[in-house]
């Protein structure tokens, strides 16, 4: 009897250490229907296969960095894996909306649920030139920096950034006013891209380029057709 007892308590342990552990789902928000699109939308032209990142493009592989795409969110407000925070309005933006964010934070402490496959997202469209940066007719700044003639400013590249770096990039108009560029939070070159304007910024000659520290370098890009949508000119 006493054998057959600890033969019973052994197989109960056995079966308890090998039994899949189940999240406590009290989230109506799923992977499936919500979480895939923000992810195909923000995420994806890094976090694919083969891409520069770890692939996040199935629940299967987003489920184990669940938890730290959270903690990243609550920590810096930000995107999952960012570096850099916009003034302007950029067509290549990949940072969360604070919805967005709601939703990840709300998905991730529900019990991260998977959802049904029938409200899965499509897979998005990668777009294979989104990180080229044209330099035909770039001008590096480091430095303070004036432009010496007219400079229709269609994005902003980082060439040469400090791991962790911070810090704001201006323009100074000649009439005096300000035009915000572009601001550096946690920089992290892993992770650099142009980034591009929705619509070019017309700097006149005798603007003056503030913020970019001596020790790093940027690129000011001028309008390039191959990385502007269509009908965007």
Known sequence: MGQRWILIVGLALIAATTAPSHDIITTPITWDR???????????????????A????????AR????????EVLERQMPPWGAV????DFRNDQGLTPEQMELIISWVGGGVPEGEAKDLAPDPKL????????SHGAVAVTGEFQLRKDFSLDGIAPKSVPEDAAFQITAELPDGSIEPLLWFEHYSAKFAHPFLYRNPVELPAGTKIHG???GSTVLLLPPDTDTRPSGSR
């Open 34 to 52: 919500e979480i895939s699109r923000i992810i195909y939308e923000r995420c994806a032209a890094c976090h694919h296969n083969g891409g520069r």
């Open 54 to 61: 770890f692939s996040l493009m199935t629940y299967a592989e």
């Open 64 to 71: 184990p960095w669940a938890v730290a795409i959270k903690e």
């Open 85 to 88: 925070k916009g003034f302007g």
């Open 127 to 134: 777009d294979q030139h989104s990180t080229d940066v044209p």
């Open 212 to 214: 970019v520290p001596p």
